[in-house]
């Protein structure tokens, strides 16, 4: 956790324990949690445990005042694999003003846009945590510092406008390539957006409801940056006076600065649901380009205990300069790729279920798939047991590269 980071979980962890202390007898408070225990194991390597310990988390809620209320979850793991001793990690801490037109949420929260299943082109506030993909979202979504103003109109139309004003990366989890045309390849740290007040994002969204065609819409806006990495390739000479062949390559991710105009909707016909969601991306470094990602499908409900959803999955570069592939020697990027997932929610019983989540990139020819089963051994105590893959044809596309993601796991969860 970076220094501004801290600081922002120290100061509202103050202000929500002062305000859970000084709340007089009767007020709306109340304290629930959570203990689980874990083990990930690597697919690929059987025997390679990636996490093995438990997690504590504290979740505290209340309402002071008539308009004010506030939400905190932290977790408290150990983990024997990692060895690196307890760590307090803020889930979400947050503050809430309203009234009858307004709602402001100021700290660490969940901003989740778009309507379509796993794959959103509009999701771009909230960063994702791969090589942690688990059973729920909370493990494998990093909640951003933001400030986020609701503000309610006539005819069941809103307007969600949102400021972060520090970046948060997605974590990938996939190295560098060992080499490229049997030259080595040098991995360098990072590049971040510098924490400055400009170089926050912004994003605003206006959706509204119509129930009377059982119709729900939205249009989006958003300045930031990528939030998963782009890759820099640069060839390193002996001699930069007389060059010939190069010693090594430079492999440097970066962050682009992101312009995105969306736009997403859903409608009811029956037992189908049909969904669709778009995307006009200009992403800005040293070659500009401008992308379109869109998404459609329908979900549909076969019975109460079954659920199945599929979509179609494009993306296509208007404006693209592609790495030549002498200079990347690995992965270039086509100008249009497609997609195709599946998703499935099946219930047994009242106790029992499954889950499943696959997406195959017919372009590329790779993979991801998250799948688990869960079952109640007890009064609050859930079971989870499931496998999480990358893959592909080639170990350089996107979903391969992180083949060293793929893992099973088992989880055990206690509420209280």
Not at 55 to 78: C, D, F, I, K, T
Not at 147 to 154: E, G, S, T
Request: net charge negative; with cysteine; aromatic share 14%.
């Amino acid at each position: 956790m970076d220094a501004i980071t801290r600081l922002g979980s120290l100061v509202l962890c103050a202000a929500w324990a002062t305000s859970a202390l000084a709340q007089p007898p009767g007020t709306d408070f109340a304290l629930s949690g959570s203990l689980k225990a874990f083990v990930f194991q690597r697919a690929v390597a059987p025997g390679d445990f990636i996490h093995a310990g438990v997690r504590w988390q504290l979740a505290a809620h209340g309402a002071p005042r008539e308009a004010v209320s506030y939400y905190a979850a932290l977790n408290l793991e150990s983990d024997a694999v990692e060895d690196s001793g307890a760590r307090v990690q803020p889930v979400e801490l947050y503050l809430d003003f309203n009234d009858d037109r307004f709602d402001v949420r100021v700290g660490r929260q969940f901003i989740f846009w778009g309507r379509t299943t796993w794959v959103n082109p509009t999701d771009v506030l909230t960063a994702w945590d791969y090589p942690h993909v688990a059973s729920e979202a909370e493990d494998y979504r990093i909640a951003p510092y933001a400030l986020r103003v609701h503000r309610y109109f006539a005819h069941e139309s809103m307007l969600d406008m949102v400021w972060v004003p520090v970046f948060t990366s997605s974590r990938v989890g996939a190295a560098a390539p060992q080499s490229i045309a049997g030259t080595p390849v040098l991995e360098q740290a990072e590049q971040r957006p510098e924490a400055r007040w400009n170089s926050g994002e912004f994003g605003v969204r206006l959706s509204q409801t119509v129930s009377t065609y059982a119709l729900d819409w939205a249009v989006s806006a958003y300045r930031g940056f990528e939030k998963r990495p782009a890759y820099a390739v640069a060839p390193v000479f002996d001699d930069p006076a007389a060059p010939s062949a190069p010693s090594a390559y430079t492999w440097t991710p970066y962050h682009p600065r992101l312009e995105m105009l969306g736009g997403d909707f859903a409608k009811a016909l029956s037992a189908f649901v049909l969904k669709g969601e778009f995307a006009l991306k200009r992403v800005r470094d040293d070659a500009d380009g401008v992308r379109l990602e869109g998404v459609l499908g329908a979900n549909y409900a076969a019975s109460e205990d079954l659920d199945v959803g599929v979509q179609y999955i494009g993306r296509r570069w208007l404006e693209h300069a592609a790495v030549p592939a002498s200079a990347a020697g690995s992965f270039v990027e086509r100008r249009y790729a497609q997609q195709a997932s599946l998703w499935l929610n099946y219930r047994v019983d009242a106790g029992r279920g499954a889950q499943m989540t696959s997406i195959y990139n017919t372009t590329y020819r790779d993979y991801f798939t998250l799948a688990f089963v869960w079952w109640d051994v007890a009064t609050a105590l859930r079971a989870y047991t499931g496998i999480v893959a990358f893959g592909g044809e080639r170990a350089d596309t996107p979903y391969a590269r992180q083949e060293r993601n793929s893992q099973v796991f088992v989880e055990t969860k206690y509420i209280f």
